[in-house]
């Protein structure tokens, strides 16, 4: 077991060697220009090979109209902002501080997996391979969920870009690639249950703001409600999704709010157990609960 533990990537570990903290360094930037340099190409380009028709991820996103069609402006946003965040999550692994190393390790394993499937579901998607690519989104979606069961009181600028940001698209992802995946996803069958499955979108954003106080989990899936409130707003005026959609979004923002505002003047939630009980005296373990 000993043996096991040293050579598997995603056993925990209180500290990391020099040469395995290499390893994390390079690993973790190169899935990330991986992941970047292929999301960006196949924003606005078409791939040029494969046998089924293919189209860019915007034009699979408006050619496949469904319940859960996104808004390709405000997406993009989400992406950029979550990039950009990588970066400054990158930055630990560069830091003097020996915590902030260990803590941007810790999460590493997970973080470089998420890319390299990121990386592949993009290119299922982009050849209208949606089975496959829903496959893999449901393998990152395990992988993102141990992820942050096993790891969720690292600090905001950790566990935004690395954890809670990645999991959020990804588990709208899963509705938005499994609509397109299955057949007449512009039926009234598929848009009734696209009626009722959207609310798995509020229930999963408030099992975390509920349970861990989590508002970094809260913002990302009120952004991406609202990008599929818009979207659908402008494919459907008259339907229930876009209804829907907002109403979620309106939820969720303001129960961010809720639990974000307390956590950043360092007070106690009216429910729950104290931030002092329910983490470690590092504050730099505890950011989602109180400020640092």
Known sequence: MDRFHQINPFARRESHSANSITTYKVLTLLTWLLSVVVTVYYDIEAPHDGKYHGGSIWHQ??????GFTLNPVITSIYWIVLFVLQIVYMTNLFSADTTSVNSACAVGSHFILNNLLHFAFLMLFVRSHFILSEVLLILNFANLTSLYFRHNAYAR?????AVSGPLAWTFVAIYWNGAIMVPYQN???ARVFANVFVWAILGYGMFFIVIYKDYTMGFALSVLSASLGVAQFTRQIVAFQWIFAFTIMSVLFVMTLIVAVPAWAGRDLPWGASAERRQPADTERAPLLGDN
């Not at 996103?61 to 469904?66: D, G, I, L, R």
């Not at 600028?157 to 870009?161: N, W």
């Open 61 to 66: 996103n408006w050619h496949h109209p469904s």
């Open 157 to 161: 600028f950790i566990h935004m870009p």
């Open 187 to 189: 039926s009234l069958v």
